[in-house]
């Protein structure tokens, strides 16, 4: 929702939709709505959420012609406050605004169904045309409320000046006419209006349930501008007619009057019954009073009227039954209570009931015993009497049940007091039992261990460390004691205290963890001890007779886990391990970077087993280039066949392991030469080469490069120069992957080719103009001839000729170009030459036989279909033929009159020899001779 607050005066939503509209001025519940829709500007609308307003309607909607804030705007106030919403106007509307039109008009429009019997709502209406000459003009803003449906003939506008039928408006309500009706606001003090009515209250009589339908509507008159606005309240129902009185009764006891009750004692308390009415009574209202029921009036009470009047004014009255003693043990006793007259519809009492007061019984539980220290909650149970009770227990306390601790055997005395004054006493006594727990001795532990505690017997145990049995086992780290209750009928507590001694450190001293096979490992423990045990996994042989010193010599074959335990003098133990590794130094592999070598070209040979190691190479024959006999090397062999390399790897220890050798065989070098046959010519040139490679194995692999992107894998190829140009040609083979190539630069040259080239002026021509020009614009040649195909004749070194074409057709020639390398080159060429037409139209003709111009003849040459068509001036077809030959003699259709002289329009449709249609129109002159 957007809203604005216009000088702190009304506040509005101008972006409500139709429903909010509409809902906002029939929100009561005597009316239901539907089928809401507007039509109209947006800003032309809007909804009145809060604020003060001085024209005197403060909530509701705001309809305008305009813009909706007009009704109340932020001074200073402009000349006018006036938009074109460019809007139509209303057709109902315009029959009241007639002789004139509406423009700019708003209309709201809904469904609704009454569920009153009529509706009635407030308005008024504001404009700036007052004070702008328009007084008593019939050009003038007005407001309409169209209703129709059921019980209403047509539209019935209900927004009308009080007791007229006048429609009410600006020129309706204005400084001269129904002034009594107008607020003036010419300086616009209040809001952009400069005028307004009076707050109208309309209404209409309409069926309950039935539909009606609804039509709001506002307007400019005669034109766009100078706008008006209605504020018009949310419709009202007519009020309700008034409800009879609803009477309700109710009993409450004379001793506790605000508080209901139906059950009363003898001899305690009387009877308060109230007749309340839901509303204070507009007339003095006398109910009469029977009673009935198992107790007797008279004996067990006494009523004090038969009547009782609730005065004008009053919503209530009381009247009183008096309960009496009749000193008799007896039943409980009813009483019941109608009121009259009927018509009052006044609910009757059943069953009030009477009740003897018996003694008052106090139930406390027989002596009761608690553990020392304990709480014990001592609650009476109480009967007889009449409640409510009083407590009074002899330390004071006035509680009905209380909560004691007595440390000794004690004595609780209650007195109890009912609502009729009797009371009774009673008393219990509280016996104290002390509880036993024993935890047991004091114990001592090694760290690590564990002790078991034990309680003497007892139904149920709790140990500080959780423990629920008679008996806990406990591991503590440090020393610790421990709590123990112990409860049978009552808990007892003790203590027991657990002492931990620590454990002794140790740990194996060696020189070396890791040895290589066959070293001795020399061990010893760095704790002073009362005994010592050595052991080993797998069991070593030379721990024999040495393992209960504190230090050993020890000789193992594999790597071994060795256990060290001692004991100190509290009797705890503590163990620990050393393992000793035996390196068996290194496993040692190694790779080629080639699985074959070439003769003098480095292989790089690098181990596979990596680490702070020293490599142990041996390479033959070979040559070490790089690599300091590290992990990696690149090593050369300048002969043939197989080498063998062998490695042995040292560890970080000094151990060496296994020695590995492999070998690699090495290859020869091809050494590469070749030639060309026919190394130079004109395109195509095919060229033969021949390879005269030393060092080429039979498995060799070879690879041409002919320098115009063309490859061979042959030995000895032929290749195509489709190309003129200079190349170079490279050849490169491969043994066992030995590779060497060759390269020949400029080793070929084919020839350029002369280009021949031409230009024909005109290349199509009638024959008309049989005339065409040859042009010779041949490049790159030293001789050109030209061939004609057409008379078989040929000429050298022409650059421009011409030639007059006797006949038509497609005409050939070639232009043979050849240069100074012998090179040639043709170029086809034609000429069209096409039949043409003429036609020959005569101006006019002379149709009086006298042997002259007689006719209109018309020829033509290449035309192979014709129509010709001749109309008079009204455009009447006068002469038509499709036959080039026939011509016309003046007459209509060639047989009836002669035409009159004057100038006659035709038109011809042909087809030549091209097979091209075309339309020619033209006029002819009849004259006749004198």
């Known amino acids: 929702m957007f809203s604005i607050n216009v000088n702190a005066q009304l506040i509005y939503d101008f972006n409500a939709d139709t429903n909010a509209l509409v809902q906002k001025l029939m929100s009561n519940a005597c009316v239901t709505f539907s089928n809401a829709k507007y039509k109209g500007a947006k800003g032309a609308k809007a909804i009145i959420v809060g604020g003060t307003n001085p024209m005197g309607i403060n909530s509701g909607i705001v309809l305008s012609t305009g813009n909706a804030t007009g009704a109340d705007a932020t001074p200073p106030y402009p000349q006018t406050y006036s938009i074109n919403n460019n809007m139509p106007g209303d057709a109902d509307l315009d029959v009241l605004a007639s002789p004139n039109v509406t423009y700019d008009a708003f209309v709201l429009e809904f469904d609704f169904v009454p569920l009153a019997d009529s509706i009635f709502f407030k308005y008024l209406f504001g404009s700036e045309e007052y004070h702008d000459g328009f007084d008593g003009s019939t050009a003038f803003d007005l407001f309409a409320f169209f209703i129709s449906g059921p019980g209403i003939t047509g539209l019935k506008n209900v927004a009308e000046i009080p007791g007229t039928s006048i429609e009410v408006g600006r020129g309706t309500i204005n400084r001269t006419v129904n002034t009594q009706y107008f607020h003036d606001n010419n300086m616009r003090t209040q809001n952009a209006y400069r005028g307004w009515t009076s707050v109208f209250r309309s209404g209409i009589k309409l069926q309950i349930g039935q539909t009606y339908h609804a039509k709001l509507v506002i307007a400019d008159v005669s034109d766009y501008s100078i706008d008006s606005g209605v504020l018009i309240e949310t419709i009202e129902c007519p009020p309700p007619a008034p409800l009879p009185p609803v009477f309700t009764v109710s009993t409450s006891s004379s001793s506790n009057p605000n508080t209901p009750q139906n059950s009363f004692y003898e001899g305690c308390e009387n009877i308060i019954i109230k007749v309340k009415a839901n509303k204070k009574l507009t007339a003095a209202t006398t109910v009469s009073i029977a009673l009935s029921g198992t107790a007797t009036n008279g004996s067990d009470y006494s009523a004090n009227a038969t009547s009782v009047t609730i005065p004008i004014g009053s919503d209530s009255a009381i009247f009183t039954l008096t309960i009496l003693n009749d000193n008799s043990t007896e039943a409980d006793e009813t009483i019941n209570v109608d009121?009259?007259?009927?018509?009052?519809?006044?609910?009757?009492?059943?069953?009030?009931?009477?009740?003897?007061?018996?003694?008052?019984?106090?139930?406390?539980?027989?002596?009761?015993?608690?553990?020392?220290g304990?709480?014990?909650?001592?609650?009476?149970?109480?009967?007889?009497?009449?409640?409510?009770?009083?407590?009074?227990?002899?330390?004071?306390k006035t509680t009905e049940s209380i909560s004691e601790s007595p440390n000794i055997e004690t004595t609780y005395k209650l007195t109890v007091t009912d609502a009729c004054n009797n009371t009774n006493t009673a008393q219990?006594?509280?016996?104290?039992?002390?509880?036993?727990?024993?935890?047991?001795?004091?114990?001592?532990?090694?760290?690590?261990?564990?002790?078991?505690?034990?309680?003497?017997?007892?139904?149920?145990?709790?140990w500080s460390n959780g423990g629920i049995t008679q008996s806990i086992t406990v591991s503590p780290n440090q020393t610790t004691k421990y709590y123990l209750s112990a409860t049978s009928n009552c808990m007892a507590v003790d203590s027991v205290i657990v002492t931990v001694y620590p454990i002794m450190p140790v740990n194996i001293i060696t020189s070396k963890n890791t040895i290589c096979l066959g070293i001795e490992a020399n061990m010893s423990s760095n704790a002073t001890a009362?005994?010592?045990f050595w052991s080993s996994i797998p069991n070593d042989t030379s721990l024999t007779n040495q393992n209960t010193k504190s230090s050993v010599i020890a000789k193992p074959t594999i790597s071994t886990i060795y256990s060290l335990m001692i004991t100190d003098f509290n009797g705890c133990s503590n163990t620990t391990s050393i393992k000793i590794n035996i390196d068996n130094g290194p496993s040692a592999s190694f790779r080629f970077s080639a699985p074959k070598g070439c003769v003098s070209s480095p292989i790089d040979i690098t181990s596979n087993t990596t680490g702070n190691y020293i490599y142990l190479w041996n390479f033959g024959y070979g040559r070490l280039i790089s690599g300091n006999n590290g992990a990696s090397n690149k090593v050369a062999w300048d002969s043939l066949g197989f080498m063998k390399v062998s490695l042995q790897i040292k560890s970080e220890n000094g151990c060496l392991g296994d020695i590995i050798t492999d070998s690699i065989e090495i290859f020869d070098i091809p050494m590469v030469d070749f030639y060309a046959i026919d190394t130079a010519g004109c395109p195509p040139l095919v060229v033969l080469f021949n390879n005269d490679s030393l060092n080429q194995y039979p498995d060799a692999e070879y690879y041409w490069e002919f320098g115009d992107k063309g490859t061979s894998s042959d030995k000895t190829p032929v290749h195509l120069y489709k190309n003129s140009g200079k190349f170079s040609v490279s050849l490169?083979?491969?043994n066992a992957g030995c590779?060497?190539?060759?390269t020949k630069n400029n080793i070929i040259n084919v020839y350029p080719v002369p280009k021949s080239e031409f230009v024909v002026k005109p290349e199509e021509t009638s024959i008309f103009y049989p005339d065409v020009v040859f042009y010779d614009v041949t490049k790159n040649a030293d001789s050109t001839t030209w061939y004609l195909l057409w008379n078989d004749s040929t000429f050298g070194n022409t650059q421009k000729f011409e030639y007059e074409f006797p006949d038509t057709g497609v005409q050939q020639f070639y232009l043979i170009a050849i240069n100074s390398f012998g090179c040639i080159d043709s170029g086809?060429?034609?000429?069209?030459?096409?039949?043409?037409?003429t036609l020959y139209r005569p101006k006019c003709f002379t149709p009086n036989e006298d042997g002259l111009n007689d006719v209109f003849d018309i020829k033509g040459i290449g035309i192979i279909e014709f129509k010709l068509t001749i109309y008079n001036r009204w455009g009447e077809i006068i002469y038509y033929s499709e036959d080039l030959n026939e011509k016309w003699n003046g007459k209509l259709k060639n047989t009836g009159k002669l035409v009159q002289t004057g100038i006659y329009p035709y038109r011809i449709?042909?087809?030549?020899s091209l097979l091209k249609r075309s339309t020619i129109f033209g006029h002819v002159m009849v004259l006749y001779k004198k």
């Open 909 to 912: 449709e042909f087809k030549n």
């Open 339 to 372: 009121f009259n007259p009927s018509s009052l519809s006044i609910p009757p009492i059943i069953g009030l009931i009477i009740k003897d007061v018996t003694p008052i019984q106090i139930d406390l539980t027989s002596d009761y015993t608690i553990c020392q």
């Open 530 to 532: 009362n005994t010592y």
């Open 428 to 462: 219990t006594v509280v016996n104290i039992e002390i509880g036993s727990a024993e935890a047991g001795d004091d114990q001592s532990i090694c760290f690590g261990k564990s002790a078991t505690l034990t309680s003497n017997p007892a139904s149920s145990y709790i």
């Open 828 to 837: 086809l060429g034609e000429v069209l030459i096409k039949e043409d037409f």
């Open 739 to 742: 590779s060497n190539s060759e």
């Open 732 to 734: 490169k083979i491969t």
């Open 374 to 396: 304990s709480t014990i909650n001592i609650s009476p149970s109480i009967s007889g009497g009449r409640p409510d009770y009083t407590y009074v227990w002899e330390n004071g």
